[in-house]
DNA sequence: CGCTTGACACCGT
DNA sequence: AACGGTGCCAAGC
C-alpha cells in the first residue's frame, strides 16, 4: 500500500453494506479528510472492481455522482446495479437517500 | 517545484 | 428548483 489515502478508500467503500449507500464526502470524512474528489479519483481507478463496490458511493445531494468516468452510459449501469443491489433510484436520485445512507464510524 | 485536473461539497443568486 | 461560483486536497504532468 503505497498510497495511504486511495488505499483507505477502497477500505471503506467494501465496507459498505449489500443495499446500502454511502457518500464520497463520508468516505473522506471517515479518513480524516476533506478530499472528497480524490474519494472520487480513487474509485474511477478502483482496480480491485469486484472486491470495491464502488458503486455504493454517491454525492452527498443524492444524486448519483459518476462511474468510470461522467458518461450517461456508466450512470446508467451503475444506476442499474444499485437496483438490484435493491437501492431504488428515481430520476438519478437515490430514493430514501437518508434511510439508505451508511454512515462509517 | 508549480500549475492543472477532478466519479465532490457548500453557499449564494 | 436549477445554475453557477468558490473552496478543498491529493494526483498527474
Redesign the pocket.
Known amino acids: 500500500m503505497e498510497?495511504?489515502?486511495?488505499n483507505d478508500v477502497y477500505f471503506y467503500c467494501s465496507k459498505i453494506p449489500r443495499g446500502k449507500i454511502s457518500?464520497?464526502?463520508?468516505i473522506?470524512r471517515a479518513m480524516g479528510?476533506?478530499?472528497?474528489?480524490?474519494?472520487?479519483?480513487?474509485?474511477?481507478?478502483?482496480p480491485y472492481a469486484p472486491k470495491v463496490p464502488?458503486?455504493r458511493?454517491?454525492?452527498?445531494?443524492g444524486?448519483i455522482?459518476?462511474?468510470?468516468?461522467?458518461d450517461l452510459k456508466n450512470i446508467k449501469k451503475?444506476i442499474s446495479i444499485l437496483k438490484e443491489e435493491g437501492v431504488d433510484v428515481k430520476n438519478g436520485k437515490i430514493v430514501d437517500f437518508e434511510k439508505r445512507l451508511f454512515r462509517i464510524s
Not at 498510497?3 to 486511495?6: A, G
Not at 457518500?23 to 463520508?26: A, F, I, L
Not at 458511493?57 to 445531494?61: E, F, P, R, T
Open positions: 498510497n495511504k489515502f486511495i457518500t464520497y464526502g463520508e473522506a479528510t476533506k478530499a472528497y474528489r480524490q474519494v472520487g479519483q480513487a474509485l474511477k481507478r478502483n464502488c458503486h458511493v454517491v454525492k452527498s445531494s444524486d455522482g459518476g462511474f468510470s468516468g461522467s451503475k
